[in-house]
């Protein structure tokens, strides 16, 4: 039987690798106007990092990890987020005392969930993500915030709006928690399973749940933002009007929980319309205590993450997606033996001034490759033979309006790289 990949994978081929790097390339250049650095953590983990900071009580942990023992008898597991990755690296190279606060980072890889594939949701998929580690300022909320707005601003993305609440502090989530409790008990039959099981442990957890009957029974709730502190409520106002001042768009959503126990205070999502069902695109908050729980120092902190594959599905389904240049600006075509000495001599001295050439290497007719040059959306083909070689000519064809011209060997270089100056130029 053919070996296939795994369900809730997928094989990102050339042809759509240009657009993530297209992505990415966005990415970093946003990130470091903003003065992030990035941080690569391990694929692989201590599964007590993720018990310890996503929090035992949710489903990533509960149902979704990616959890094997290694030859040592130690419970590893695949990441399944990066944030207490990141915290965990804050803490053991010990960044909160070597170098200036707040220590901002950011993050690009593939992560790992055993959940349910459907359209925009796989088993390995790919995040982008900013931590601020070492500032508890609303001021680092929004820029934050504002971070991730920039970034669908310069992709072109439109139709977005952040979603924002607070879930506030331990102290006046407690209160807030018994009230939740009190209002939830006489119908506590009526959710699912596992909300039954969240019910004593972590109630906000019900809040987040897509079934049907668990979203019926959680109407009318009271909500934390009638519960927060005199501090909380402080930092959500100050929050508020710095997004204000940065004209970026908000809804406050006082039912808006994020899905991991390590959440504080702001949590928000960048919601786009009209994309399907997964229509959020980027999600984070503050997490103020993680650090703390994985044995750390006391250390405010806020972050997100976006999944690429829904970035990349927004664009396709705005039209957003913008015209790349090609792959390959030139072939060069060389018939016979000593020609192809030439041939491979004049691709490396192109390729070394930045011009992406191809050449064959198969031994093709004169027509094939011209096929070949076609299909790779090449501007420009070289093209010599025996008889060129001996009268130290070549033969340049424009392979979009079929115009060719013969000249010297010693001026086809120079010729190719200008005329892909001028086609750089016209692509920008």
Known sequence: MTIQRLRGTQDILPSRVQYWQYIEGVIRAACRDFGYQEIRTPIFEFTELFVRGVGETTDIVNKEMYTFMDQGNNSLTLRPECTAAVCR????????????QPVKLYYI????RHEKPQAGRFRQFHQLGVEVLGADQPVVDAETIRLAWEIYRRLGLTGLQVHLNSIGCPQCRALYKEQLQAFLQPRLGELCADCQ?????????????????????AQGVPLMVDFLCAD?????DQLRILLDAGNIPYHMNPRLV??????R?????????????????????????????IGGPATPAIGWAMGLERVLSALEMQNKLPVLPDTQFAMIIMLGEQAMAAGFRLTGQLREQGIPVGMDLLGKSLKAQLRAADRNHCR????????????GMAVVRDLVNGEQREMPQTEVMQYILAIYRQYREEVK
Do not use: W
């Open 380 to 391: 420009v083909a070289v093209i010599q033979g025996e008889d060129e070689l001996e009268r």
């Open 109 to 112: 890889g593939p992560m790992f």
């Open 258 to 263: 994020r899905g991991l126990d390590y959440y």
């Open 89 to 100: 690296a804050y803490v053991e190279n010990k960044l909160y005392g070597q170098v200036e």
């Open 232 to 236: 909380c409520q402080s930092h959500l």
């Open 265 to 293: 205070k702001t949590a928000f999502e960048i919601i786009a319309q009209d994309i399907g069902a997964q229509s959020a695109i980027c999600g984070g908050g503050r997490y103020d205590g993680l650090v703390e729980e």
């Open 197 to 217: 099981s969240r019910f004593a442990r972590n109630p906000l957890r019900i809040l987040d749940c897509k079934q049907a009957t668990c979203q019926s029974v």
